[in-house]
């Protein structure tokens, strides 16, 4: 029975590594280290179990369940199969990640070269994205090995650029860490814990993991067991690449305190740079983010336009090209720091459900597969995500956050752990219970069919 060889596994798991890794995911750890300042190890650690753990769990859940998205999704209910599949969709897509593709890599390779005032930035990113989503929208429409050997060659330049920047830092220090912000002096491990959301990482697994199969059954591995061990261990190779490359960021960016105090993630990698190598590795570093972020962009639109092509005869391929790089185009306008503000609140109501979706599927032999565990589980998880995601958006029912406020680590952001775990109970219970009655059910009437024949 064929199986992968060690390479084969390795060069899968840097494939999904490269599939995660994007150029929006070097902004965070940075923003992380440095207002986490001298807490920055334990926010780092809540950071990597939802930046890093998740994405990986998620992968495994895929491969174990034998399909997608939307069909693990739809083990709640068909309904909420398609729907949560399109809001994920849409969030890995063009609401939040296409987006940011080009706020990324234009606050990184442009802005630390503007001179100019607020209003001059504003056209400035204007200009940058329309000619960005136009080589996006050119690029999907005409396919070509270009996009993929760029992907190949930058990933590792960009981890190169990182590891250089992590040494000298030791070499050229930068300073001290600084005091925590105040969001961080207390609860510290879940803060980092929420930030891990802005990755996308979790969601986007829930896609990529169909991709990490077909690439294992494409060398010629048959066995479904085999193909599940070997995606969560192509998902681990992935998971310690990308701890590795947070924790460096992370120190970085607690390390850049003396360089100047910044919420935005590229500002102070473009500081980090700066002192570390000059204006020359800002452009080097510039143009690598550039670049990856449009390799990005095209293979997001793509895979949107592909997903949602499946809905009506008339949302062909190149009309979806057409309307994502169009409304992708409008929301990169509203800028980064905009951008993840909005992302935030929404990935908070969103990224409890998959959490819970993820772990339920690991445990589904362990749970008889019964279908209320989800249901029961999901339901309570999202009543709580959907007043935390109103609650982040500033809309405050006091009755319902003073209601709230008794649950376990509620405080924290996480309130949703207990009625999550006592949804799950409460679905095993009914679905023992029903299990119990289609035996018997099925009992009497194997009686009957017996007293029929006799």
């Not at 169909?210 to 060398?219: C, G, K, L, P």
């Not at 895979?303 to 499946?310: I, K």
């Not at 391929?317 to 994502?324: A, E, G, R, S």
């Amino acid at each position: 029975m064929k199986d992968l060889s060690t390479k084969q596994t390795i060069t899968i798991g840097l494939m999904l590594f490269a599939l995660f890794f994007g150029a929006g995911n070097m902004i965070f750890p940075p923003s992380l280290g440095q207002a986490a300042g001298t807490e920055v190890w334990i926010a780092i650690f809540g950071f990597i179990m939802t930046g890093v753990g998740l994405p990986v769990l998620a992968v495994a859940a895929v491969a174990m369940g034998e399909g997608d998205l939307r069909t693990l999704a739809s083990r709640v209910h068909p309904r909420f199969g398609l729907i949560f599949t399109v809001l994920v969709y849409l969030a890995i897509g063009p609401l939040f990640a296409i987006p940011r593709t080009a706020t990324v890599s234009f606050e990184v390779g442009i802005v630390p070269f503007l001179s100019s005032g607020s209003n001059g930035n504003a056209l400035s990113l204007f200009l940058y994205s329309l000619i960005f989503m136009g080589v996006t929208f050119w690029l999907c429409l005409n396919p070509s090995k270009l996009v993929d050997r760029i992907g190949k060659f930058l990933t590792p330049a960009i981890l190169l650029i990182i590891a250089i920047l992590f040494v000298l830092s030791f070499i050229k220090p930068m300073g001290d860490f600084g005091t925590p912000a105040e969001t961080y002096m207390n609860g510290t491990f879940s803060k980092g814990f929420l930030e891990g959301y802005l990755t996308m990482d979790t969601l986007a697994s829930l896609v990529f993991g169909i991709v990490v199969i077909n690439a294992i059954r494409e060398r010629g591995v048959t066995d479904k067991v085999k193909i599940a061990t070997n995606t969560i261990k192509a998902g681990v190779i992935a998971g310690i690449a990308l701890a590795l490359v947070y924790l460096a960021l992370a120190y970085l960016g607690a390390s850049s305190y003396s360089l100047g105090v910044s919420t935005n993630g590229g500002h102070i990698l473009t500081n980090v740079v700066t002192h570390l190598l000059g204006k020359f590795g800002v452009m080097t570093l510039g143009l690598a983010i550039l670049l990856a972020c449009l390799t990005t962009s095209v293979g997001l639109v793509t895979a949107c336009s592909q997903f949602f092509s499946q809905f009506h005869p008339k949302l062909t391929y190149k009309v979806n090209v057409v309307i994502l790089s169009l409304f992708s185009l409008m929301v990169a306008n509203l800028g980064l720091e905009t951008i993840i503000s909005i992302s935030g609140p929404v990935l908070a109501g969103m990224y409890p459900i998959a959490i819970v979706l993820v772990l339920i599927a690991l445990l589904d032999k362990f749970t008889r597969g019964y279908k209320e565990i989800y249901q029961w589980s999901i339901l309570f998880t999202g009543i709580i995500s959907f007043f935390d995601c109103l609650t982040a958006f500033g809309v405050n029912i006091p009755i319902v956050t003073s209601l709230f406020s008794y649950l376990p680590l509620y405080s924290q952001g996480i309130g949703w752990v207990v009625p999550a775990i006592i949804g799950a109970f409460i679905g095993y219970i009914i679905g023992d219970v029903k299990g119990d009655s289609r035996q018997l059910q099925s009992a009497k009437d194997s009686v009957t069919k017996t007293s029929r024949n006799m």
